[in-house]
């Protein structure tokens, strides 16, 4: 029986509800009560085998294929948005994502971290000046890491769109991005802590325990949603509770990329002693 009992079938990733419910009917609750044979395809059986065994699933050659595809300097790359039900910005639509911060750690091959980061001001569009500072932050032809690099690429798409002044310097950044959760999404690394979830506050107990409790360690802002509202709510605020909050922002935007940092390393070093 696997370390973690409270896990059941319905944390199985991808897997159909009608399939999960068939299961249940069938009296199966808990990952370990499944038995040999059901039809699970590759990627599930590796999360119900790993959870069973309380053991490690790592593939170590496909990791090691997919570091291969990554240039230094490395560019982390993490966006804040916010959202609003009646726009106030030309331009913006209801509940579009609007990007109000960045936050970036450059990783050179010989290990030296440099950190770049953007936090607009409250009240007013932050969408041409996030656009500009981007392309004057990082340069063409960069190896571009995000963490579910559809939203970072979604993102600087938007950018590109309502700024032509900058859109090709945009989307070369966009071009260039490579994602840090397909490893994790595909299941060449998979631990029973992650509990089916590839989410990178899911991925870094296991990989850095050392950062474990890293994001509740935060003063006030824990997670992208706080910060959402957070910022949301900014120009309500007055100075000092603004330049609070701020310094909250940042903390948190800045420790979403150096987790980043930390994977990256803690794969590298998975791959070197199995190789």
């Known amino acids: ?3 973690y009992t409270a896990y059941s079938i319905f944390d ?3 897997l159909k509800a009608k399939q999960k419910f068939e299961l249940y009917k069938r009296g199966i609750i808990n990952i370990e009560e499944i038995p040999d044979g059901e039809p699970f395809n590759d990627s599930q059986m590796v999360q119900i085998n790993s959870h069973k065994n309380d053991t490690t699933t790592i593939d170590a050659d496909k990791i090691k294929a997919f570091l291969r595809t990554l240039r230094y300097p490395i560019y982390h790359l993490d966006f ?6 009646i726009p106030q910005f030309r331009g913006v639509g209801a509940y579009m994502q609007i990007p109000f911060q960045y936050s970036i750690h450059i990783e050179h091959e010989d290990g030296r971290l440099e950190h770049r980061e953007f936090l607009a001001q409250a009240g007013k569009d932050p969408r041409a000046e ?4 981007l392309t004057l932050d990082i340069p063409p032809n960069v190896t571009v890491l995000a963490y579910n690099m559809s939203f970072e690429k979604s993102v600087i798409k938007h950018l590109a769109a309502a700024f032509p002044d900058f859109s090709s310097k945009l989307m070369s950044i966009h071009d260039n991005i490579l994602d840090l959760m397909l490893p994790f999404w595909k ?3 998979y631990a029973p802590k992650m509990l089916g979830s ?3 506050k899911s991925v870094m107990p296991s990989l850095v325990p050392d950062m474990e409790k890293a994001y509740k ?5 824990h ?5 959402m509202s957070a910022f949301a709510h900014l120009a309500d605020k007055s100075e000092d509770e603004q330049s609070i909050i701020r310094t909250q922002l940042l903390e948190y935007c800045k420790l979403d990329t150096f987790a980043m940092v930390k994977v990256l390393q803690k794969l590298r070093e998975v791959v070197n002693t199995r190789t």
């Not at 804040?80 to 039900?85: L, M, P």
């Not at 360690?217 to 802002?221: E, P, Q, R, V």
């Open 1 to 3: 029986m696997g370390a």
């Open 12 to 14: 199985i990733s991808n």
């Open 80 to 85: 804040e948005t916010y959202q609003q039900a």
């Open 130 to 133: 996030i656009a500009e500072k």
């Open 187 to 189: 299941k060449w690394y």
């Open 198 to 200: 590839y989410s990178i």
């Open 217 to 221: 360690n935060l003063d006030g802002i």
């Open 223 to 227: 997670e992208g949603g706080e910060a």
